[in-house]
């Protein structure tokens, strides 16, 4: 994966490509070092498959630390497991009361299956306008972006109220450990967790364009299925702990949970393009699943948005080709909506087992570490300030506040009791479905479009949220 050498001489093509491609319609300086800066992130390869060793991000960090050289912005190093290194930047304010931002974008980008891709994961190549590989979504774009704004700033020398610090962390691709997790526990306050930006936002749905405030919650429990060991001749009659196993997976994976029609679901619905029966349809609780179809690209996210979705994902059992195994088990992976407990994991499962339960049925239910889902509110001053970056480049759209179900660093800042948004923002082809699908998808990429856009969004929400008060900003107030 740290074929680093290699990729040097392959990847100035591209680039020089790029230049070539993009000058022609939009390419600012500034986008054009978005591009460039997140060519070199993707070709660190900074891939982390969850064990503690992978990942390696220090590349990413001396990317990061060599690119805001000599900007002004004040530098932290931390490294809680050797490679795993978050790079801080600090860009200081002048009034001590006034409120920091954070920008938090991860360097860490997900494993790939190479044979599926059409072009290779880890050159970074433009091509007719698309930046290409592993982390183009999934958000080295974003973090570039990052980098290139608070470059700016510190550069600038434009005065700022509060501070700027802008987080460049490891592993938030395995739980964030070694990243945001650990920071927020053992160096607190190097990170404010006071009003924080970070990834997945910015697609559009209908004539509205998503900003990101919330992320369900987990409640991963365990499925031990008890047997009796035989000799594998002797099948008749046996207790076959791998086939207790994948029945209770099957049934959890059948299971339909009941949907949760909140406020936010109903604005999804109105804004996503429908007929009026569809409409309905996905309103009505009796009809929503039946109804998920409609949804097209976006179906998956529908459904993980407005129900407890529970997906086993994890299945063991047996050794030895001709012993009948005596204990299997399953791990299911399970996301809670706002407002859901651990509770409604377990009765959920409970009610998916059936007779298959303990104490009466042989399969036992072990409980995981939980996480609440968490929400921040669709009102305030940053919240304002993305709305007016969006509505300054889509006139004729609305700002949808949507939850993601998957995890991000947002968590993090919001148990701290602070604000966090997932932001971006991409260009009209972008709805949620082809998002979701490109997303640790195969053939990850991104347009220099949305990069352009992205970039020129944050610049204006970061210059305008710490302006001191009475200036006068890009943004306006
Ligand atoms: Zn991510």
């Known amino acids: 994966m740290s074929s680093s050498s290699t990729s040097t001489v392959s990847t100035r093509t591209p680039i020089r490509t790029t230049t ?41 960090a001396r990317t990061l630390v060599q690119f805001l050289a000599g900007s002004g912005a004040e530098v932290e190093l931390v490294e809680p497991h050797p490679g ?32 599926n891709w059409s072009f290779a994961p880890f050159a970074g190549e433009v091509v007719d306008g698309v930046v290409r590989g592993r982390g183009a979504l999934d958000m080295l774009n974003l973090t570039a972006a990052m980098a290139v704004v608070t470059r700016e700033v510190a550069t600038s020398g434009t005065p700022l109220a509060g501070d700027l610090v802008f987080a460049a962390v490891a592993d938030e691709e395995a739980g964030s450990r070694f990243g945001m997790d650990w920071i927020t526990t053992h160096r607190p306050g ?6 924080a930006l970070t990834e997945s936002g910015g697609l559009h749905v209908g004539s509205h364009v998503t900003v990101t405030v919330g992320e369900k919650g987990g409640a991963p429990r365990r499925l031990v299925a008890h047997g009796r060991g035989g000799h594998g001749s002797l099948p008749w009659g046996a207790a076959n702990a791998a086939l207790l196993a994948a029945d209770a997976a099957l049934r959890v994976a059948g299971h339909r949970t009941r949907p949760v029609l909140d406020a936010r679901w109903r604005a999804f619905v109105a804004a996503s393009p429908l007929s009026e029966a569809a409409r309905a349809a996905l309103l009505d ?13 976006s179906a998956r996210f529908g459904h993980a948005v407005s129900h407890l979705t529970l997906s086993p994902n994890v299945l063991r059992s047996g050794s030895k080709g001709n012993v009948i195994p005596g204990r299997g088990q399953v791990d299911v992976d399970i996301r809670l909506l706002p407002g859901q407990t651990g509770d409604d994991a377990d009765a959920a499962v409970a009610a998916a087992l059936g007779d298959l339960a303990a104490p ?24 304002d300030a993305l709305v007016g970056a969006v509505t300054a ?24 009791g602070g ?7 991409f260009s009209d082809a972008w709805d949620v479905g082809r998002f979701r699908s490109l997303f640790h998808g195969d053939d990850e990429q991104v347009d220099v479009e949305s990069l352009r856009l992205t970039v020129d969004a944050l610049s204006e929400v970061v210059t305008g949220f710490l302006a001191p008060v009475g200036a006068t900003t890009e943004a306006g107030r």
């Not at 795993?84 to 920008?103: C, E, K, M, N, Q």
């Not at 072990?366 to 968490?374: N, T």
């Open 393 to 416: 480049r889509f006139p004729s759209s609305e700002v949808l506040p949507l939850l993601t179900s998957g995890g991000t660093d947002a968590r993090f800042v919001r148990e701290r």
């Open 84 to 115: 795993r290194v978050s790079a801080i930047f600090t860009v200081r304010g002048t009034d001590p009361d006034a409120p920091p931002l954070s920008l938090i974008g991860h360097t860490d980008v997900v494993p790939v299956d190479e044979e």
């Open 285 to 297: 609780p009796e009809r929503l699943d039946d109804a998920l179809p409609e949804l097209g690209t």
């Open 20 to 60: 070539t491609t993009t000058t022609s319609t939009s390419a600012s300086p500034r986008t054009a070092q978005v591009v460039s800066l997140l060519g070199d992130l993707i070709r660190n390869a900074c891939v982390n498959d969850g064990t503690p060793d992978s990942g390696q991000e220090v590349r990413n």
């Open 190 to 195: 190097l990170v404010p967790t006071e009003n």
């Open 419 to 425: 604000v966090a948004y997932g932001f971006a923002l």
């Open 360 to 383: 009466a049925g042989p399969v036992e239910v072990l409980a995981g570490p939980a996480r609440d889902a968490s929400v921040s509110p669709d009102h305030g001053r940053l919240y």
